[in-house]
């Protein structure tokens, strides 16, 4: 898989999305509001990330999910919410899913920039505790890898 930027073909990975337990979100159940942190990646050489997540399943018609994509400057200790931008103070979050769907969002490092560690923050609201969420699948693309 590749694509184009400033019209020369990049190679890109794709990396299934796995919980802080190393479990693969795709097929997971999860119940109540929880907040679950994927388990980071360290994209070597990325200079484009992507996250595509998919909402497959829910018994309520009320959950609302949230996704802020986060990277490390400190290789894993702490995390910060990734700016849509270089020049941006807004931070990179997909847009809320209040149905069953997916959504997609690159985020882009500008100059020679590269992400080192990169994990998104999976929020489940309007969720009561007996309500279930299954996920489909979900992973992350990284671009301009070396």
């Known amino acids: 898989m590749s694509n184009n930027h400033s019209g020369a073909a990049l190679p890109s990975i794709r990396v299934p999305a796995k919980n802080s337990s190393n479990v693969a ?18 994209p070597k050489g990325a200079r484009r990330v992507g996250f595509f997540f998919d909402f497959a399943a829910e018994d309520s018609a009320s959950s609302t999910i949230d996704i802020d994509l986060e990277q490390s400057p400190d290789k894993g200790t702490s995390f910060t ?21 997916s ?13 080192t560690r990169v994990r998104a923050e999976i929020t489940v609201g309007g969720s009561t505790a007996s309500d279930t969420i299954t996920l489909g699948p979900c992973y992350w693309i990284f671009s301009g890898v070396d």
């Open 25 to 42: 979100l795709n097929g997971l159940v999860i119940t109540a509001t929880p907040t679950v942190d994927t388990a980071w990646v360290a």
């Open 103 to 115: 959504a997609f969002l690159w985020v882009e490092h500008c100059g020679d920039a590269e992400f």
């Open 81 to 101: 919410e990734m700016p849509v931008s270089a020049n941006s103070q807004t931070g990179a979050d997909l847009t809320q899913l209040t149905a069953t769907g």
